[in-house]
Structures are given as C-alpha cells and as structure tokens.
C-alpha cells in the first residue's frame, strides 16, 4: 500500500466523527450511524483505491450500513486494491446517550490480508509491545497478570486490566480482583478499549473479554501497528453460527486466532477520529462561527508511524456535514 494512503484515509474517519456528533446525547443512535455511513462513503469514493469491504457493521443491524462486499475508492486502474474494515460510528448507543468513548474507526490491509469475521461473539486478550507474545489466552487469569506486572516491572496491585461491564464477565472481573490487580470497566467501545492496553500512556495493561468479532479485526490492525499482540477465539452461539465461521473460511469455528490470523502480512493502516472524549481522543469540539475540531489518530503496521492529527474544520465549505 502507497504510504500517502494513511493520511488519506483519516480524511474519511474525520468527517463521519463530525457527522455522527451532531446527534450527540439526542437520543437517536439510527440517526447518529446513518450519518456516520453517508459521510463515510461519500469520502471514501474520493480516494485512489480499488476496495472491499470485509468487515462492515454487521449482518445482522438493520442500521444503514457500508455492507460486505461493498466496493470503495474511485475505482482507478492504477489504485491498490485492498481490503476494508469499517465501523463509521463505534458507539451508536453511546452517542445517543451523550457519553464517552464513541469512535469512527477503520482498517485497511492488502486485498487478502483482513479476516473475514461473522458478526457474532469473540473472546479477545490484547497487550502492548512489552508483554507481546509472553502470555496465552488460554492461560489462567492469574498468571497473564503476573507475567503482564513483570513486563511492566509494575507490582500486581498497580496492573489495570479493561474489561467491558456485562454480566457475562462477572466472574472474570472477580478472579482479575481477586489477584489484587486493578479493573477498570467500560460500557460500549471496545475497539478503543482494547487499543488503550496497547499504549503506555493510558495506564491500561490488558484487554480481556468477550465482544463483537468484526470489531475485534479493527482493533487487530491497530495493535500491529502498534506493535502488541492479540489473541482471540470465535464463540458461536449455534451450529447456524458455526457452519457460518466454515463459509466464511475457517474450517475450525473456534480454533485460536492469532494476530497474524486476524490481520496477515507485515502491512496494515488503522485510523480513528473521536466522536466523543474518551480514552484514547478527544471528540469532536464545535467552536462557533461554524468550526469544529477533530482529534484523529492514524497508523501504519510496516513503519510502526503513529501519527495524531488535530485538524480545524470550517463548515461553511462542507455543507453537507451540516446538521438541520
């Protein structure tokens, strides 16, 4: 992929962050996404590049949506073809209700390169590059800890572990406490949940629990641009499930993914825009005199860039960002 392709793409997350947010608290999350969609696509037909899109926002929501197998870019002969991995509003319940966390978020890897996860649960364990490749998602909640704190050269009392506050995870937030460890809980989001275990500065040292599939490919992408790992499991709930895992390409619905599973080959560029302020972005700022404010972060897995992005938006040149 052409690297000018990185800087390119954050032009789409930002203008779906700056149309979803205007439904901000409003209480219509259908709203919020539909506009996150529209801006999304039509950006996305500006740019040099023959896409697919492989992980949409699922199968199964009845929100309008960018679906599988739906082509991006301008199409042009001499453009990279590659594979797209987008949820244009990763939080629709949370933009509704006005809270934190809400992201636009996309993937993009060579045509081939992004698994093409259902929509359905996945268990999912991410780190960043210090615990990379020392720990398993299969091994006991006490011992990732232990081998998180000495990656770290923290105490256990001083590891925070992330885990989304759902009844399903009870008992995994009782046995990471009673290590002595930290949690900290999070509602809706867990792309950005599992990319803050990936970096220093949040203070977060593991991702653990079960979420959606497809978001967990997003946020694959982003942790070999960052350069942690991740691991993660399918859990089909039913044989329909299952034999969807097999048409979809993997012949063991539930065998262990690996982050080279997730995302293969050595390249891959994720890009992210706030919506609302949360743990990783600041969201969208609306300045009067009709400005607005992003706070994006892109990166690339071949060059380990992180690039933040601040940019000031005049919407008088971008009517159709415009909220009536």
Same mark, same amino acid.
């Given at each position: 992929?052409?690297?000018?392709? $990185?800087?390119?793409?954050?032009? #789409?997350?930002?203008?779906?962050? =700056?149309?979803? !947010?205007?439904? *901000?608290?409003? @209480?219509? +999350?259908?709203?919020?996404?539909?506009?996150?969609?529209?801006?999304?696509?039509?950006?996305?037909?500006?740019? $040099?590049?023959?896409?697919?899109? #492989?992980?949409?926002?699922?199968? =199964?929501?009845? !929100?309008?949506? *960018?679906?599988? @197998?739906? +082509?991006?870019?301008?199409?042009?002969?001499?453009?990279?073809?590659?594979?797209?991995?987008?949820?244009?509003?990763?939080?629709?319940?949370?933009?509704?209700?006005?809270?934190?966390?809400?992201?636009?978020?996309?993937?993009?890897?060579?045509?081939?390169?992004?698994?093409?996860?259902?929509?359905?649960?996945?268990?999912?364990?991410?780190?960043?590059?210090?615990?990379?490749?020392?720990?398993?998602?299969?091994?006991?909640?006490?011992?990732?800890?232990?081998?998180?704190?000495?990656?770290?050269?923290?105490?256990?009392?001083?590891?925070?572990?992330?885990?989304?506050?759902?009844?399903?995870?009870?008992?995994?937030?009782?046995?990471?406490?009673?290590?002595?460890?930290?949690?900290?809980?999070?509602?809706?989001?867990?792309?950005?949940?599992?990319?803050?275990?990936?970096?220093?500065?949040?203070?977060?040292?593991?991702?653990?629990?079960?979420?959606?599939?497809?978001?967990?490919?997003?946020?694959?992408?982003?942790?070999?641009?960052?350069?942690?790992?991740?691991?993660?499991?399918?859990?089909?709930?039913?044989?329909?499930?299952?034999?969807?895992?097999?048409?979809?390409?993997?012949?063991?619905?539930?065998?262990?993914?690996?982050?080279?599973?997730?995302?293969?080959?050595?390249?891959?560029?994720?890009?992210?825009?706030?919506?609302?302020?949360?743990?990783?972005?600041?969201?969208?700022?609306?300045?009067?005199?009709?400005?607005?404010?992003?706070?994006?972060?892109?990166?690339?897995?071949?060059?380990?860039?992180?690039?933040?992005?601040?940019?000031?938006?005049?919407?008088?040149?971008?009517?159709?960002?415009?909220?009536?």
């Amino acid at each position: 992929m052409d690297r000018e392709l $990185a800087l390119e793409v954050v032009r #789409v997350t930002e203008v779906a962050a =700056l149309a979803s !947010a205007q439904w *901000l608290g409003r @209480g219509k +999350k259908n709203e919020a996404d539909g506009a996150a969609t529209s801006a999304m696509r039509a950006m996305f037909d500006t740019i $040099a590049m023959r896409g697919t899109v #492989v992980i949409g926002e699922g199968e =199964l929501d009845e !929100a309008p949506m *960018l679906y599988i @197998g739906e +082509k991006l870019g301008n199409g042009a002969a001499d453009a990279p073809e590659v594979d797209v991995a987008v949820d244009p509003l990763e939080g629709t319940t949370i933009v509704a209700k006005g809270h934190s966390n809400a992201l636009s978020v996309l993937a993009i890897g060579d045509r081939g390169t992004l698994l093409h996860a259902p929509d359905m649960y996945m268990m999912k364990m991410a780190v960043g590059a210090r615990a990379a490749g020392l720990i398993h998602l299969d091994d006991p909640v006490e011992k990732m800890i232990e081998v998180v704190a000495q990656a770290h050269h923290k105490r256990v009392q001083d590891v925070t572990v992330i885990i989304q506050e759902r009844e399903r995870h009870q008992a995994l937030i009782e046995a990471v406490r009673e290590t002595g460890a930290r949690v900290k809980l999070f509602g809706d989001g867990d792309v950005g949940a599992a990319i803050a275990a990936c970096m220093p500065q949040t203070g977060i040292d593991l991702f653990l629990g079960i979420g959606g599939a497809p978001e967990g490919v997003i946020s694959a992408a982003a942790i070999k641009c960052l350069g942690g790992d991740m691991q993660a499991r399918l859990k089909p709930q039913n044989e329909a499930e299952r034999e969807r895992c097999r048409a979809m390409g993997l012949r063991d619905p539930e065998q262990l993914l690996t982050l080279e599973d997730l995302v293969s080959g050595d390249d891959a560029i994720f890009a992210a825009t706030g919506v609302s302020d949360g743990e990783l972005l600041q969201g969208v700022r609306y300045l009067g005199d009709n400005l607005a404010e992003t706070h994006s972060i892109v990166m690339r897995a071949k060059t380990k860039t992180i690039r933040f992005i601040r940019t000031l938006h005049n919407l008088d040149y971008k009517p159709n960002l415009v909220w009536g």
